[in-house]
């Protein structure tokens, strides 16, 4: 048994929109000749490469798959642009010829990801802090698939888990997914630095996306009834407006527009 | 792996085939199958592969692992879906198969089935409590056991259930898995009755529904002691010196009951078993033969079942009955001595009977004649015993008595009765004997005597004296004596008498012999004519005296016209036959005798033979009633008429003797109506000392021997008439009758003997007639003569014989030596 599959390349994220390239490279035995390379994705042929068939190369039409390019062995693949349905299970089946028609295959699954249209959100959130006020944020991701992970830094540093609230995923009806995390601790003198504490919340996505929001407080010296603590704030939202512009309600398309094919450059690059 | 690919679920029986479904249709007419690919989902390379790229796929190269499936595997592309049949799978075949088709169009299609192969258990071990491996039987147990079974069960993939069975009906069963995939299910029996004996116990283990399932079945076996014992028939009486088969039968046993038989204890040993088809029932015979000392025995039949030996025996008694035959013995009186029974004496016997059952009747029997009750002969049967009043020596003999009961007749060893008696004379001697002078006569005397031993005496009479006999002429030879006698004169004519004693006695009677001159025969008479027919004619006569020799006789037959003899015909006996004859004729006929002394007087007669029929009732009337008397009349007229001078003279003859016998008349003897009664009951005519001899008395009546005692009496001069016999009343009747006799002997006289002589000279065998001696009258012939004289008693005439005395012959008859020639 001489025929060997060396290696499957799947990229386990795609970005949704972008071209996956699938690798699958075998090895054949001395005197073995190759029957057939099987493309499969959940178990359903999609493409197939046959030396010598009258027709050796023919693609079959899934949702989401479409070959748009093969190298002449049928080994790399391009497929067309990755939609949701483009996510799944690929196989490459690799058999020589008879009479043993010796079978090799491999599988790897393929995740089609889709970026939130803006960055992590921070509310909740004032301006000033007393020592030994309490501190009650939330950090809300944007809409993408599959969900995205966040985590919290006060003053640049990972906050401890006693601070750290369990994260709550939304899922939407069209299968886009929410994250929203809380951040709750007291002010202690520790958290002044030249008179300002930072908390700053970090959305994560595999390692294709990564994005943060940080907020700033002073130390107004005098310590705020409880009663303050509870009620909005509406300074407190002008303010977090001025410092965070992503944050404001005319700014989104903007994002949007500048921020994906940035990000989207990023990755290409990282994957090159 | 392939999520997506469809799986199908199947199980398989090891050792049956199995088929994997693989769909390779398609709908599309242009399309085709070009290639299928059977893999087993551990391995790289398929297992079997249909390959139809370059030619039809109905003659599409087919490939199988030979390390796999084989030559078992074989597509079945014509079913709906197509299937992968697969013979005889193997354990090692279950797994997840993976079936690819590859189209010439269309998308690859790739189907999965599970497949599960059920490995029926193969190993079942029964263990009893003691952990022995039972295969077909367990047991013997015996009632009241109790016993566990242990089933265990491996070898099954997945692990199999096991379950117990009695009689096929399920029995709740603990099981508890063991190491491995094996199983033990357990089975409780008990405490077990007769009643579950067979029964079919049966560890039965499967896996699965499909399969078949493994299973063992023991036999309950259980060991019983017998039930019963029975001797058939028992308690019966039993015959001795009959055989039995005796039978003992003995019922639930198992294994069956050895059966024994014991009488008073001690074992039978020739006894046969035999065994009913169903095993339950011992029957055992014994042959036995039992006697009369079995009785009150014993007999045991014991049954026993020899698996059991711990366990009595069961026994059925019967105390024997025997019934046999009467035994019998017969005892004389105690008080009679067996070898001096003497006639006279009374006699008893007793029967000594051993009988079970006692004897209805008892019987005695006489040399094997049975004894009849009868007091007027002597003969008393009481009870038992047996009286014989006065025995004689009839009444000698074996004596036996017979015992009857339902048995059989058991008779006793003879008992043989000797009784002594004094010698008497035998009867049936030649008492007289004609001798001539100077002839050598040997007289023998037979004596009967009990004992045999005896000796004799003789002594000579005649009318003048009476003389012993020397011993030197006599011979003895047991009970016989002879002696030899020549007579020299008239003298020596007389009678010799015999006398014998032995220890009980002497002989009362001497016997008597006459010896007496011999002479021609007497004529015969009382001729008759009979048989008569047209051509021969029968003659039959009474015999005369023979003179004292043997005689014979004549039959002349003469035409009487022409005198010629036309048949003459001699006999030892006077009975004559004349054949050849001429129907209707009289012929003269005459019968004599004759002896080597000459010839009697011939008896003349006329015969006739018949006439043709158509004249026979003529002559009936005139001839045939009085033939006889008219013949002899007419013989008699003829001898008148042709010898009227001898007539004469032997009228003259008969005158003188007449007158001689008045003279001797006072010397007879007085009557002997003085005779004693004998004693003898059992008398019988005893006639040892008549003289049936005697030619005056026709030997054929029984009466003569009273003639002849009378006659002893009157002879006897030496002993004196026995002393008290009692006179018969029949001796007068004889008396009476006597002198019917005499007038025969006086008949022939008036044939003239001259004429008789002349008609038979023709004959010259026959001895000529002899003449009349004048004056020498011969003993019989004067008797006869005497007799016709008609005086007194008749047998007088002995003494008053008209014949010489013999008177100068005394010194002879002195001198024996002179008498023997």
Redesign the interface.
């Known amino acids: 048994m001489s025929l060997k599959l060396l290696d499957l390349r799947v990229p386990a994220y795609v970005l949704f929109g972008s071209q996956p390239e699938l690798t699958c490279q075998w090895e054949l035995g001395p005197n073995e000749m190759l029957y057939s390379i099987k493309w499969y994705k959940d178990g359903k042929e999609f493409f197939r490469h046959l030396p010598r068939d009258p027709e050796p190369y023919r693609k079959f039409h899934l949702p989401g798959v479409e070959v748009e390019k093969s190298d002449a062995l049928g080994s790399n693949i391009t497929l067309s642009a990755a939609t949701l349905e483009t996510g799944g299970r690929y196989r490459c089946e690799i058999s020589g010829e008879r009479p043993l028609f010796h079978t090799v295959s491999d599988h790897a699954d393929m995740l089609i990801v889709v970026l939130p249209e803006y960055g992590p959100a921070i509310s909740g959130f004032r301006t000033h802090y007393q020592i030994g006020d309490r501190v009650r944020v939330n950090c809300t991701s944007g809409r993408s698939r599959p969900a995205i992970r966040l985590a919290w830094y006060i003053n640049g540093e990972p906050a401890p888990f006693s601070a750290t609230m369990t994260p709550v995923v939304f899922k939407d009806h069209d299968g886009f997914e929410t994250t929203s995390v809380g951040l709750d601790f007291r002010v202690t003198e520790q958290h002044f630095r030249n008179g300002a504490f930072k908390v700053k919340c970090l959305a994560t996505l595999a390692s294709i996306y990564w994005r943060s929001n940080e907020e700033s407080a002073r130390n107004s010296k005098t310590r705020m009834i409880d009663a303050l603590e509870v009620m909005p704030y509406n300074a407190t939202d002008s303010d977090a407006a001025k410092l965070l512009p992503g944050n404001f309600a005319h700014k989104p398309k903007f994002s949007a527009i500048l921020t994906v094919p940035i990000v989207q450059f990023i990755i290409y690059i990282y994957l090159k | 792996?392939?999520?997506?690919?469809p799986m199908t679920q199947l199980v398989a029986i090891a050792g049956e085939p199995v088929y994997l479904p693989c769909d390779i249709a398609t709908q599309d007419e242009d399309d085709a199958v070009l290639?299928v690919?059977w893999?087993r989902e551990d391995l790289?390379?398929?297992i079997y592969?249909v390959?139809a790229r370059e030619r039809d796929f109905g003659v599409a190269?087919r490939?199988s692992d030979e390390s796999v499936f084989a030559s078992r595997a074989y597509f079945l592309p014509e079913r709906r879906p197509a299937e992968l049949g697969v013979d005889r799978v193997r354990a090692s075949d279950q797994g997840i198969y993976r079936c690819r088709v590859?189209f010439k169009?269309a998308?690859?299609r790739?189907s999965r089935v599970n497949l599960t192969v059920i490995v029926p258990p193969n190993k079942m071990v029964i263990t009893d409590d003691k952990g022995d491996v039972k295969q077909a039987i367990v047991g013997p147990y015996v009632e009241g056991d109790t016993f566990t079974l242990k089933c265990d069960v491996s070898g099954g993939r997945p692990r199999p259930w096991v379950k117990w069975y009695r009689d096929e009906v399920e029995v709740d069963t603990p099981a508890t898995a063991l190491q491995g995939n094996a199983v033990r299910g357990v089975i409780h029996v008990g405490p077990l009755t007769r009643a579950d004996v067979r029964a079919a116990l049966t560890c039965r283990a499967s896996n699965h529904l499909r399969a078949h399932p493994i299973e063992t079945t023991l036999t309950l076996d259980m060991n019983f002691p017998p039930l019963t014992v029975h001797i058939l028939g028992s308690n019966q009486p039993l015959s001795a010196s009959r055989r039995y088969d005796l039978l003992c039968q003995s019922s639930g046993s198992r294994p069956p009951a050895s059966i024994t038989w014991w009488k008073n204890g001690h074992r039978i040993n020739n006894a046969k078993e035999t065994l009913s088809s169903d095993g339950n029932t011992t029957t055992s015979t014994v042959s036995l033969q039992l006697t009369k000392a079995d009785a009150g025995a014993k007999l045991a039949c014991r049954a026993s079942n020899p698996q059991m030996p711990s366990v009595a025996a069961l026994e059925d008694d019967w105390l024997l009955d025997i019934q046999y035959v009467p035994e019998t013995t017969v005892r004389l009186g105690t008080n009679l001595d067996p070898k001096n029974i003497r006639e006279g004496t009374d006699v008893y016997f007793d029967c000594i009977i051993k009988a079970h059952p006692y004897v209805y009747k008892v019987e005695w029997r006489h040399n094997r004649k049975t004894l009849v009750h009868n007091v007027g002969q002597g003969i008393i049967i009481t009870n038992q015993s047996l009286v014989l009043q006065g025995v004689g020596r009839k009444t000698a003999g074996n004596y036996t008595c017979v015992g009857f009961n339902a048995e059989g007749d058991g008779e006793s060893k003879p008992f043989s009765l000797n009784v002594l008696y004094a010698p008497t004379c035998r009867s049936s001697q030649q008492r007289v004997h004609g001798v001539a002078k100077q002839e050598r006569a040997h007289i023998t005397c037979h004596v009967d005597a009990n004992p045999a031993d005896v000796s004799f005496r003789w002594t000579f009479n005649n009318t003048a004296n009476s003389n012993e006999v020397s011993d030197s002429y006599v011979s003895r030879s047991g009970t016989s004596s002879t002696v030899t006698y020549t007579p020299h004169t008239e003298m020596d004519y007389g009678t010799l008498l015999c006398w014998a004693h032995n220890r009980i006695g002497k002989q009362r009677v001497p016997c008597v012999y006459h010896i007496i001159a011999a002479g021609r025969p007497d004529q015969v008479h009382n001729c008759t004519v009979v048989n008569a027919s047209l051509t021969s004619f029968g003659i039959r006569c009474a015999e005369g005296f023979n003179g004292g020799l043997p005689q014979s006789f004549l039959l002349e037959v003469r035409d009487i016209i022409s005198q010629e003899i036309v048949a003459n015909v001699s006999s030892a006996v006077p009975r004559f036959t004349a054949v050849g004859l001429e129907p209707g004729k009289t012929y003269a006929s005459a019968v004599l005798a004759y002896n080597a002394k000459g010839r009697g007087d011939p008896y003349p007669l006329r015969a006739s033979t018949l006439r043709p029929p158509e004249k026979h009732h003529v002559h009936d009337k005139s001839l045939d009633l009085p033939r006889t008397a008219f013949q002899i009349s007419g013989a008699m007229s003829a001898a008148v008429g042709g010898g009227g001078v001898l007539m004469v003279v032997l009228v003259l003859f008969m005158v003188a003797v007449r007158q001689r016998c008045a003279k001797r008349k006072p010397r007879s003897a007085p009557p002997p109506s003085s005779q004693p009664a004998s004693p003898d009951k059992l008398r019988e005519k005893d006639d040892s000392e008549s003289d049936d001899r005697n030619p005056d008395i026709i030997p054929s009546d029984t009466d003569h021997m009273q003639l002849d005692y009378f006659r002893q009496q009157q002879v006897s001069t030496i002993s004196p008439p026995p002393g008290n016999r009692a006179p018969r009343g029949s001796v007068a009747g004889v008396r009476g009758s006597i002198p019917g006799y005499c007038p025969l002997r006086t008949i022939p006289p008036s044939t003239h003997p001259q004429a008789m002589h002349d008609n038979s000279t023709a004959s010259s065998s026959i001895p000529p007639p002899a003449r009349f001696a004048s004056g020498a009258c011969t003993l019989p012939r004067g008797a006869g003569a005497c007799a016709s004289s008609g005086a007194g008693i008749p047998l007088q005439h002995l003494r008053t014989l008209p014949r010489p005395l013999p008177a100068p012959a005394p010194a002879p008859r002195h001198t024996p030596r002179d008498t023997p020639l």
């Open positions: 792996m392939l999520v997506s690919v290639l690919l893999y790289g390379t398929p592969s390959d190269e490939w590859d169009q998308q690859t790739n």
